[in-house]
């Protein structure tokens, strides 16, 4: 060939090749190439979910970000017009929480006695610190995005928006506060929503376990006992439970559930302790002040743990607060926001509620109120983002009311393509499920409410930046971002009644920062296009990033697809469609891809404290960023993948089979000489359409978000070009033929395009090494490949002869009998289309002749299935057995019989094996049978071809060029392969075989 190709080292180096082609992108500036190419084209719409920008990216953020890449590079060479607009989530508690570890604050007072501006500072760094440290992490996974104009949602103008969605909300009249029982983290001081209630951990925790007498009043020397794991909940009790129709007794002067078959001084229905009132545990605490206890009836009493009879405070637990409606019950809250005791509640006050537990349970000791103490150890709910194990408190929050939304959301979903297509319904039964959406967060750097209420009644919702400076009557001045401490102290003139108001201190839920994007990046509503409008306030400097006009937003929302980990469901998936039904009742995107976990090579969750995390870092540098991704492919996203350095070896190992075919070209290009290609040979006709199917494959895998299909196909057709292509062409390779070299070299190259988007290292490199001198510069810069025409027929046939050849050598390796004996003959069964290719596996199978027809030469071996047949016989199996193993039995109906014995197919083993002097292998409907019986003939020959082989091998260690000639001296005993003289030479490229008495083995020498 004219042309000279860069030679391959034997192995790649992925690490470094892929920062080789980074720079090379860089310094040709070949994404930006792409976007330009492809600006104007048809609009493929895709949304980046936010990465919270508080700690490096971890391995199970490769798997997403690697999806989302594949499929926006896989556009682009379609030639789709993109946006590539990479997002931060920036504020909310864990943000937060990890610049209170890196400052040791550990409470909430800690963070007011540092400094609310002070603190909203330092998160800010770590956002910005972070992001740089993900977007590095990202380009060298190698995600094309828009690095410099990110989105960051701690922007004025992210935050304006989502406050014009909680204007929208309250003027439908879902917005409310409640009073109401929830989830507290005592560490954080907030309370925990539905969704992340599901994100934290239950931990297996020991809690003490009590069991505690309540005297009635007016029935001397009887008392209720009831059982309890939360001491510190004892000092709020306002009421005690019971199971109106289970039957109670008393024993001891105390009441419990009564249990069948003991004895009791009386029994009674639940109904009748009804109304009794009874002394609480710590009446004499002031909080106790007026509070009358009772026994109330509740048909959830649950029955198989405790005394069926519970203690209720509804200031502490949830179904207890429930029921202080129903019943008009007084609510004792007794732990402050950092989950100590508050005074007025005994014994314990400004306690934790840990600490609480022993001065408690000593104190109704004393009081003779205990009835017996122990510990259980149970799974008990933790904080998500501190671990810290959750309590219930009843506080004030607000709370988006989710009733209307919700079948117009369920109404959404049903038009959204998912894949895998079952989280469709994960997702109905999400919004199905949906409790209210609390909003409010009692913290500090979030996203500030944007709530007003007034003492004459009205609740003033401020729906952005601007008219909050219009409304402004103090304070304006000093807002330098939307963000505390500044916004406390703007107040507004009240709308009703003109008096000034102040805000809520309460920030936002983080999904409301999220769940806005495909509004506020896009620039929902905005008449003019503002530059840089949305990188504001706090995101100033970070980013680059426009506020679009509203006409772009027309244009590109919703998003065509969508791509986050399944958890998204109910966070990120279920907050851009409730923001999106509710503002446009329009569902923000057509097609999700979702994915489930990442887990360790062995099935384990990796934690850092158990040795088996892999870091993002650690992983890029040791596997290389398209070996990851391509175990990410590999994976079924509806599972949980195992991700570790033994499959990643095992890719490497893979991808060697193409590095290998191409550097089988480079090889031979380099040395054959100008010529025109000749006609091409059918093996030839059958790469080009092997490679037709190979696109149409891809392209399909492509168009159903499915990635494991690309890695099948695409194994499947190396395994063709490299096991069968190649092998079958090598003496023309060899011989430098032109029409090889050209159907190879345009084989490989259509293949590394519609693989380039799952690995655009390796596949960059390779098309630059093989690519056409004028052509595009870069892979990513070639058009998707047109769809050819392909002969279906030639294709059926190949395939069925490569599994004909397989089988060849199944069978071959059963008779132990070496590769390189030449054998007399095959019969093959069941495989018409192969007869075409009868002489290739002669070649492949070193056979004289094949023979298609029926193989006689197998005999039918069956077992007894002994779990089936073993209880269904009984006795008589040893008779079946026996009449088996002696091949008495015949074949019935699908079945067999033996010993009288009707077997289904099922209930026996079939084996089939070669009868005495045959191979058999068997497989899909093929049965393929080798003679096994040698002669003198096929010996000599499998001697010519031991030579040939070690003969090449000579050459190699004597470091030989390919077209170098050689003579070979054989020892005396060879002489009689001289025979063979001229096939030797051309197998090895020798001009002389001589023979002399001198030396044991063959010898050679350059010619
Ligand atoms: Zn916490
Ligand atoms: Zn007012």
Redesign the pocket.
Known sequence: MAQTFPSLPPVPDHSALEREILAWWDEQGTFDKLREQNRGGERWSFIDGPITANNPMGVHHAWGRTLKDVFQRYKALRGFDQRYQNGFDCQG?WVE?EVEKSLGLNSKRDIEEYGLAEFAARCKERVAEYADVITEQDRRLGRWMDWDNDYHTFSDTNISYIWGFLKAVHERGWLYTGHRATEW??????S?SQHELYAGEYKELEHPSLYVRFPLKEREDEALVVWTTTPWTLPANVAAAVKPDAEYGLREGQWRLAHEGEDYDRKVEGEELVGLEYAGPFDDAPAQDGIVHRVVSWDEVVLDEGTGIVHIAPGAGQEDFELSRVHGLDVLVPIDESGRMLAGFGPAEGLSTDEAEDVIIEDLRRRELLVESGTITHRYP???????P?VFRVVDDWFIACDEIRQPMLDANATVQWTPDFYSKRMDDWLRNMGDWNISRKRYFGLPLPLYPCDCGELNVIGSRAELEERATAGIDQLQELHRPWIDDVTIACSACGKDVHRIPEVGDAWLDAGIVPFSSLGWNNPEWIEHGYATGAAKGLSGADLPDHEYWESWFPADWISEMREQIRLWFYSISFMSMTLIGKTPYKAVLTYEKLLDEHGREMHRSWGNAISADEALDSMGADVMRWLFCEANPGQNIKFGYGPAHEVKRRLLTLWNSVKFFVDYANVSEDGEAGELEPLDRWLESRVEQLVAEMTDAYERFWTPDLIASFESFVDDLSNWYIRRSRRRFWDGDAAALVTLRHALLKSLVVIAPVMPFLAEHLWRVLRSEGGPESIFLVAWPEQGERDEQLLAEVAETRRVVDLGRQARATSQLPLRQPLRRLVVQGAELSRQHEHEIREELRVKEVEFGEVEATELRVKPNLPLLGPKLGKELGAVRAALEAGDFEQVNGGFRAAGHDLSENEVLVERVGREGWAVAHGDGLTVALDTTLDAELEVEKRVLDLIHELNAMRRDAGLELTDRIVVTLPQGASDLLEHADWIKDEVLAVEIRTDGGSEVPQIAKA
């Open positions: 508690l929480v983290c005592p560490r954080c001081g907030t925990i933790t904080c998500w983002r501190c671990g810290t959750l």
